[in-house]
Structures are given as structure tokens and as C-alpha cells.
């Protein structure tokens, strides 16, 4: 293997991974190529060449320097097709994918359906790709959220109101989950879970009667959005609530420390598995070990445990 390229998706720690990525390589003598904006400059051969010096002082910046954008189009065989036409153009001998679910599962199809050798790094906000404890960008999302969440808070406090404060993770509820645990919340709707608002209603009418004055309920974006949740809260208190969304704030900012370390483990290790002829799968942290997990190897939803940290914040709020 003499030449690779990487291609990524965006949360915070994935410039420290590029980094770790092509700092690895150089150190291997492997040239490395970067593509720009994902599996669409993939497709139009947009491609940039990385060496030590062009990812430095990146290991603090939120986002990628190598861009995004969607493509849905890359779910087409002959877009497919395309792209592993562009890499062999360039002379690509392999190839590393940073992002979630969507990143990846284009990964396993260049690596199951066409043969060529993938290594996969997963970096999602969204916490979902399935076998993977955290991806890189989940530590750096959650305190985002967190430090609006302590914002909301002292308003909420001031103003004796009820908050609903909408947090992303698409259809995965582990973002949310730790919010709220972290965060102090009364009450978190997950997708995992069915709280039904009528008890939620309940409880708050309950609380208002022995002089409670403020509430925070967090809520998932793949649960409902907040304007529906303080809509029926709203109408089942008679209490007037207030909604927060906290949306692509969320994605971005300095990484924190623990998912810089995470990328620069990650990153290291997806070289040397292609070096090594150990492609076809990603690359993960396992009990603080480094682990290989082959793609379709933990199925295609991830299963969250969301039932003793909501137990845990029941008992707390």
C-alpha cells in the first residue's frame, strides 16, 4: 500500500483525527489524499493532497477541513461505481471513512459489494452506529449541549417557567439521555422509552401543588420536537412553558479532550489496520482497547440501554 485517501463527515474531534490520520501515513511513508465534501467530491474527483504540515494546528478546530455535503446519489451503483473509478485514477490504494451511520454504511458497500480495502472511523453526534460504545464527536456534543442546558436552567429558575429543550441524535436517544442525567433535568422523552405526556402532565401538576416552580424536559429529536411537547404540556398544566432548540449548535465548537484523545487512537489505528491488510471493518474503543469490528458485524441499528440512567434521573430530579 502506497497511496490512501480519507473522506469525512463533521463533529468535533474529526480535524484531530484527520490529523492523526495523515501524520500516521506520512510517518509509514504513504501518501495520503483527502477528499473534499464526502462521497460527493468522491464522486466528482475532488481531491486535495495532505501531509504533515497541511493538518497542522488543526487538533482544536470543530467541523473538517475537508468539508461535507450529502449524497444521496452515492446509493446508486453507478455513483458507486464512479467513486471507485475517481480512486483509481488517483492511484488509491485504500481508503478511510470518518462520520456516523451514513458514512459507514457507504463504507461497507465500497468494501462488501466492490472489493475495495475500507477502514472505517466512527464520528457522529448521534451516538448510533451500532457495536460502538462513543464515537468521536459524542463527549464534545454532550457538553455543548450541556453548557446551553445550565443557561436554560438559570432562566427557567428566575422565571418559574417549564422549559422543553429539543437536543439532536435522529432516531437514537443516547445524546438526550446524558443531557439530561448530566444536566439535572426533571424529565427526558427518548425514542427508546414511551413516557406517556399525560403522566408527565401529572407529575408537573403534582409538583406545582407542593411548590416546585421550574421544570427542564429534554426531548429528542427523533421522539418529538419541543413545539409539540410544551404545546401538550401547556394544555395538560395549564402552566406556560417555553421551548429551546438547540439544533447544529450541537456540531460544532472546540473538541473537548476526550474526543481529541479518542481521534488520535482512532486515527493511528485505521493506518495501520490498512497496512496491516486488516480492511472491511472500523475501528473502535472497547474497555479502553482498541478493537476492530468487521462491517454488518453488530447488526444495523444500534441497541441502547437507556433504562438505569432513566431510573437514575427519576430518582434524582
Given at each position: 500500500m502506497k497511496r490512501i485517501a480519507l473522506l469525512t463527515r463533521d463533529c468535533g474531534g474529526v480535524n484531530a483525527a484527520i490529523r492523526a490520520v495523515v501524520r500516521t501515513a506520512v510517518a509509514a511513508g504513504l501518501e495520503v489524499e483527502g477528499v473534499m465534501r464526502g462521497y460527493a467530491g468522491l464522486m466528482s474527483g475532488d481531491f486535495v493532497p495532505l501531509d504533515r504540515r497541511s493538518v497542522s494546528n488543526i487538533i482544536g478546530l470543530g467541523g473538517t477541513i475537508l468539508k461535507t455535503a450529502r449524497a444521496e446519489d452515492f446509493c446508486r451503483?453507478?455513483?458507486?461505481?464512479?467513486?471507485?473509478?475517481?480512486?483509481?485514477?488517483?492511484?488509491?490504494?485504500?481508503?478511510i471513512v470518518i462520520g456516523g451511520n451514513g458514512s459507514l454504511a457507504g463504507a461497507r458497500v465500497l468494501s462488501q459489494v466492490h472489493g475495495f480495502p475500507v477502514v472505517g472511523i466512527p464520528a457522529t453526534i448521534d451516538n448510533d452506529v451500532p457495536g460502538v460504545r462513543l464515537a468521536i464527536g459524542t463527549d464534545t456534543a454532550l457538553n455543548v449541549a450541556l453548557d446551553a442546558l445550565d443557561k436554560i436552567r438559570d432562566t427557567a429558575t428566575s422565571l418559574e417557567r417549564i422549559f422543553v429543550v429539543e437536543v439532536m441524535g435522529r432516531n437514537c436517544g443516547w445524546l438526550a439521555m446524558q443531557v439530561a442525567l448530566s444536566g439535572g433535568c426533571e424529565e427526558v422523552l427518548l425514542p427508546e422509552k414511551d413516557v406517556p405526556i399525560d403522566a408527565l402532565c401529572a407529575e408537573i401538576r403534582e409538583g406545582r401543588a407542593r411548590g416546585k416552580a421550574s421544570w427542564i424536559i429534554v426531548v429528542a429529536e427523533g421522539r418529538a420536537t419541543a413545539a409539540d411537547v410544551a404545546e401538550a404540556v401547556s394544555a395538560g398544566t395549564g402552566l406556560e412553558t417555553r421551548i429551546a432548540v438547540l439544533g447544529h449548535i450541537q456540531r460544532g465548537g472546540r473538541p473537548t479532550a476526550a474526543d481529541r484523545i479518542m481521534a488520535?487512537?482512532?486515527g493511528h489505528a485505521a493506518v495501520e489496520a490498512l497496512v496491516e491488510g486488516c480492511a472491511g471493518g472500523l475501528v473502535h474503543i472497547l474497555d479502553d482497547r482498541l478493537e476492530f469490528l468487521p462491517f454488518g458485524a453488530a447488526g444495523e441499528v444500534k441497541i441502547t440501554d437507556i433504562e438505569a440512567d432513566y431510573h437514575l434521573l427519576k430518582v434524582l430530579s
Amino acid at each position: 500500500m502506497k497511496r490512501i485517501a480519507l473522506l469525512t463527515r463533521d463533529c468535533g474531534g474529526v480535524n484531530a483525527a484527520i490529523r492523526a490520520v495523515v501524520r500516521t501515513a506520512v510517518a509509514a511513508g504513504l501518501e495520503v489524499e483527502g477528499v473534499m465534501r464526502g462521497y460527493a467530491g468522491l464522486m466528482s474527483g475532488d481531491f486535495v493532497p495532505l501531509d504533515r504540515r497541511s493538518v497542522s494546528n488543526i487538533i482544536g478546530l470543530g467541523g473538517t477541513i475537508l468539508k461535507t455535503a450529502r449524497a444521496e446519489d452515492f446509493c446508486r451503483e453507478e455513483s458507486q461505481r464512479l467513486g471507485l473509478a475517481r480512486l483509481r485514477e488517483r492511484r488509491i490504494d485504500g481508503l478511510i471513512v470518518i462520520g456516523g451511520n451514513g458514512s459507514l454504511a457507504g463504507a461497507r458497500v465500497l468494501s462488501q459489494v466492490h472489493g475495495f480495502p475500507v477502514v472505517g472511523i466512527p464520528a457522529t453526534i448521534d451516538n448510533d452506529v451500532p457495536g460502538v460504545r462513543l464515537a468521536i464527536g459524542t463527549d464534545t456534543a454532550l457538553n455543548v449541549a450541556l453548557d446551553a442546558l445550565d443557561k436554560i436552567r438559570d432562566t427557567a429558575t428566575s422565571l418559574e417557567r417549564i422549559f422543553v429543550v429539543e437536543v439532536m441524535g435522529r432516531n437514537c436517544g443516547w445524546l438526550a439521555m446524558q443531557v439530561a442525567l448530566s444536566g439535572g433535568c426533571e424529565e427526558v422523552l427518548l425514542p427508546e422509552k414511551d413516557v406517556p405526556i399525560d403522566a408527565l402532565c401529572a407529575e408537573i401538576r403534582e409538583g406545582r401543588a407542593r411548590g416546585k416552580a421550574s421544570w427542564i424536559i429534554v426531548v429528542a429529536e427523533g421522539r418529538a420536537t419541543a413545539a409539540d411537547v410544551a404545546e401538550a404540556v401547556s394544555a395538560g398544566t395549564g402552566l406556560e412553558t417555553r421551548i429551546a432548540v438547540l439544533g447544529h449548535i450541537q456540531r460544532g465548537g472546540r473538541p473537548t479532550a476526550a474526543d481529541r484523545i479518542m481521534a488520535a487512537r482512532l486515527g493511528h489505528a485505521a493506518v495501520e489496520a490498512l497496512v496491516e491488510g486488516c480492511a472491511g471493518g472500523l475501528v473502535h474503543i472497547l474497555d479502553d482497547r482498541l478493537e476492530f469490528l468487521p462491517f454488518g458485524a453488530a447488526g444495523e441499528v444500534k441497541i441502547t440501554d437507556i433504562e438505569a440512567d432513566y431510573h437514575l434521573l427519576k430518582v434524582l430530579s
